[in-house]
């Protein structure tokens, strides 16, 4: 046989490879190495300000302390009067200047009057000059130090190609004001080198730094991105998966075994499909809890996947349920697969507490497509026939579904229909099991009026599907938690039509159609879809109108919760003549009311309302 490749049901499938979370990557990635850039130009620009403000800060303070310990040791308070110091004494004071500047990239140092004339310079010429009172010499005149570049300094007789620095610092008396100003002027080059070497290696530091933070941030988003990609691939397959048994869950199998179905309807290939039921299950939970009814349920499922590994799929079908489909199958390789399922079972017991050592063995039923059905639902519906045979010949068999005689195939379109009933109560949350209240209501009714057993039976079947057209109505409608509108109510009308038109093909059901259509008429014809009155609703659907009237409010409803049954049985009697039938609604409450065996909603009547009340 073939390998075929594995089909995942469109609704499964993605829409299209993911890319924006790359694109997203790249601009969130993007907009980080944006700010690490902004980050390290602002973070060189603000250090080497505060550098730069710090290196002249340190050479001023420098300066700073070795002319204070020259003036302390040298210079005489005459020396800075008005007169200013003798030729000897200025020429012995500017040969102690010239040393001190000698080594130190000092170009020029002098000691000057308030108003700006030398009275001392290394440079003797330069004595009693009067050069142009600059805004650093003010500054220093007002007792600031100061500090600035030239880019000339050939006013005080110093040739140099590079910048210059110029040092303005006050000499202060003992009330603090100033007395003169000693001028500096070094060679900046170093200086400056100094600080573009400086800039540089922080540059150098910080763009480093931001190339590592950027490769370690690549690293981290790609790694973020892969983690993500892979938490979003696994919450879609956990959709897909039941939780336990990590298998392909109900959805998931039924949504793939319709495209296989499709699949081999267009290639005229076959199907197999199997039905695993575990024997005994809710006696083990019962029995034992759910612990050892959840490791009952692992070990069948380690057989089933093992069975039905080869070209097969395997998923849990329900709470004790497995279902294994394998395309291009017959009923012989099915057989051949449970076979091996109940071989490797037959070696498997189990022990809890105290207990003996129990057997775990499996029931199964066997169909394949197109043998035994024509479509998904009657697919699973023949296998669940089988199962069921099995389970009723003691369990631990395996029964092939049959096909053939008229009323079987009655049956089994029967049991699809009711396979479509349990699907409508489980989408309709707040009416589960409505459909079978109505039956056993309108049963109830339909044997006090004295029908016949025939009716009885077909009254049943009715009540069953009467709200089988709801699975064609959108789920915003059916679980609405409020009023509907007027659109939407006119669309929820339309279920009973659907369900006419879903069993429209099922033979010998005239009279239940006619349930199903006209069970939301009204005695006075202001019902739907006909606007039907009187006696003209046929009997069925008057039968029907006062079950499911009841049923719809002694159940929880979106929009309300359920009435108590005395509640219900009194707005019921309100109904009566209006918009049910007046003897059906007397019969009805008459008969919830005194008869033992009446069918109830889950508490005790009381006898609040009284036919005789209203009736003429």
């Not at 080594?103 to 308030?114: A, K, Q, T, Y």
């Not at 809890?352 to 063995?361: C, I, N, Q, T």
């Not at 049956?411 to 099991?433: C, E, M, N, P, W």
Request: net charge negative.
């Amino acid at each position: 046989m073939s390998k075929r490749r594995p089909i995942t049901p469109r609704w499964l499938k993605p829409r299209g490879r993911a890319t924006s979370s790359p694109r997203l990557l790249g601009l969130v990635y993007g907009a980080f190495l944006l700010l690490v850039g902004v980050t390290a130009s602002a973070l060189v620009v603000v250090t080497s300000a505060n550098l730069s403000a710090a290196t002249l800060n340190a050479v001023v303070g420098r300066d700073a302390s070795l002319i204070e310990l020259f003036l302390n040791s040298n210079l005489r308070a005459e020396d800075i009067d008005a007169d200013g110091p003798t030729d000897a004494r200025a020429t012995e004071l500017g040969a102690q200047l010239a040393a001190l500047a000698t080594g130190d990239d000092i170009l020029r140092i002098e000691v000057r009057g308030l108003d700006g004339v030398v009275l001392v310079s290394d440079l003797p010429t330069r004595r009693g000059e009067r050069p142009p009172v600059s805004t650093a010499l003010e500054a220093a005149a007002a007792g600031e130090p100061s500090v600035a570049l030239a880019d000339d300094a050939s006013a005080v007789g110093i040739a140099i190609s590079n910048q210059a620095m110029e040092e303005y610092l006050p000499i202060l008396g003992s009330d603090g004001g100033a007395l003169a100003v000693v001028a500096i002027w070094r060679d900046a080059a170093p200086l400056l080198a100094t600080l573009d070497a400086t800039r540089r290696d922080v540059m150098i530091v910080v763009l480093a730094a931001a190339l590592v933070l950027a490769a370690l941030l690549f690293v981290v988003f790609r790694s973020a991105q892969a983690r993500l990609t892979r938490q979003q691939r696994q919450l879609v397959e956990s959709t897909r998966r039941d939780a336990l048994t990590e298998m392909l869950n109900h959805g998931a199998v039924v949504g793939l075994l319709a495209e296989e179905v499709e699949t081999a309807r267009a290639a005229g290939t076959t199907i197999g499909v199997a039905l695993v039921d575990i024997d005994n299950f809710r006696l083990f939970n019962a029995t034992h809890g759910h612990d050892a009814a959840d490791h009952v349920l692992l070990r069948v499922a380690d057989q089933v996947r093992a069975a039905g590994q080869d070209g097969g799929r395997v998923a849990r079908y329900g709470p004790d349920e497995f279902l294994i489909v394998r395309p291009g199958a017959g009923v012989s390789e099915m057989e051949v697969i449970i076979e091996r399922l109940r071989s490797g079972l037959a070696d498997i017991s189990v022990q809890f507490g105290e207990s003996e050592r129990l057997p775990v063995s499996v029931s199964a039923g066997i169909c394949a497509y197109p043998e035994h059905a024509a479509s998904v639902t009657e697919l699973l519906t023949a296998a669940a026939v089988a199962v069921e045979e099995a389970k009723a010949g003691g369990g631990d068999l395996v029964r092939v579904a049959e096909v053939g005689e008229e009323d079987r195939v009655v049956v089994s379109r029967f049991d699809v229909l009711q396979g479509l009933v349990i699907a409508v109560d489980t989408k309709d949350h707040y009416t589960k099991r409505h459909s079978e209240d109505v039956a056993r209501y309108a049963v109830f009714l339909a044997r006090r009026m004295g029908l016949d057993e025939e009716t009885l039976r077909t009254i049943h079947l009715a009540g069953l599907l009467h709200d089988i057209g709801k699975i064609g109505i959108p789920d915003v409608i059916l679980r609405k938690p409020s009023k509907l509108t007027a659109d939407e109510y006119g669309m929820f009308q339309q279920h009973v039509a659907l369900g006419d038109a879903i069993v429209r093909d099922v033979p010998n059901v005239d009279l239940v159609r006619a349930g199903i259509r006209n069970h939301h008429e009204r005695w006075d014809g202001n019902g739907y879809l006909e606007g039907l009155d009187g006696d003209a609703i046929p009997m069925i659907g008057r039968v029907l109108a006062v079950a499911d009237a009841f049923s719809a409010m002694t159940t929880t409803r979106p929009y309300r919760k359920a009435l108590s049954t005395a509640e219900a049985l009194k707005r019921l009697g309100d109904a009566a003549g209006s918009q049910l039938q007046e003897e059906l609604v007397v019969a009805f409450i008459t008969g919830i009311e005194t008869e033992a065996d009446a069918p109830l909603p889950g508490e005790e009547p009381t006898s609040i309302w009284q036919p005789e009340l209203w009736v003429a």
